[in-house]
């Protein structure tokens, strides 16, 4: 079955620390995709990354980075000299590939991230 | 990029009535739409997947004869709440898969909020 564990409920930090935010997933595909989601107040979930099974390679944008380790089923993101507007509720989430096309998103139980001025 | 709108975006109603959320790919077609309801401080749940010309798929627990979905072209689906009670309070959010050349995408609404009293 899938699974995504987000073990950090809610976090708390001050403007210009850097936060990492844990992802651990299970899934006995090969093939499937990994996502975070930042939701701030309004509700509307904004798009940060999308990583397929096969690119374990890290990325960096701007003050954004995601680790993304195979071995230890972990895609976690991690944000630089944090900011106000970083306070949200972060979402990972997991989904598979099948049929050409994208299963549903299996999400995580979310973060709730507060940076204090 | 690919756009997924709702309506309505809020809607507060009587308890016993029904409310309709239509969901909407705005530029692109889908087959396949997913429902999630997201309760207060919660994460996002699958509901149901909505295939285009067929009956949708309800996850286990949710009560097919109480939320109906109707997926009656490539571009819309809709999410009936009939007689709405108070528990049904929630964010509803639907999302829609596609694919260019290369990269699937997953796109999602802003989200209805329904309050019902």
């Known amino acids: 079955a899938q699974k995504v564990t987000q073990a950090q409920t809610e976090i708390s930090v001050v403007e210009k620390e850097d936060v990492t935010l844990d992802c651990v997933y299970e899934?006995?595909?090969?093939?499937?995709?990994l996502f975070w989601y930042k939701q701030p107040p309004s509700g509307e979930l904004v798009f940060l990354i999308r990583?397929?099974?096969?690119?374990?390679q890290n990325e960096i944008s701007g003050r954004y980075s995601w680790n993304f380790q195979k071995s230890t089923s972990s895609f976690n993101f991690t944000i630089t000299a944090s900011q106000v507007v970083d306070s949200a509720v972060y979402f990972c989430?997991?989904?598979?590939?099948?049929?050409?096309?994208?299963?549903?998103?299996?999400f995580g139980k979310g973060t709730k991230l507060s940076v204090k001025p | 990029g690919a756009v997924v709108s709702q309506h309505p975006s809020w809607v507060i109603c009587k308890s016993g009535t029904s409310v309709k959320i239509e969901c909407r790919s705005l530029?692109?077609?889908?087959?396949?739409m997913f429902w999630y309801r997201q309760f207060p401080k919660q994460s996002l749940m699958l509901m149901a997947t909505?295939?285009?010309?067929?009956?949708?798929?309800?996850e286990q627990g949710v009560e097919k004869d109480k939320f109906l979905i109707n997926h009656a072209s490539l571009t819309l689906s809709t999410l009936t709440v009939t007689s709405a009670h108070p528990e049904d309070s929630s964010f509803y959010i639907c999302?829609?898969?596609?694919?260019?050349?290369?990269?699937?995408?997953?796109?999602f609404g802003p989200g209805t909020r329904l309050t019902v009293t």
């Open positions: 990583r397929n099974s096969f690119d374990e």
């Open positions: 530029d692109f077609q889908a087959t396949t």
């Open positions: 899934t006995r595909d090969t093939t499937y995709y």
């Open positions: 999302s829609a898969p596609t694919r260019d050349r290369v990269l699937y995408e997953q796109y």
């Open positions: 909505s295939n285009e010309g067929s009956k949708a798929t309800y």
């Open positions: 989430a997991l989904s598979e590939a099948y049929g050409g096309s994208q299963g549903n998103l299996i």
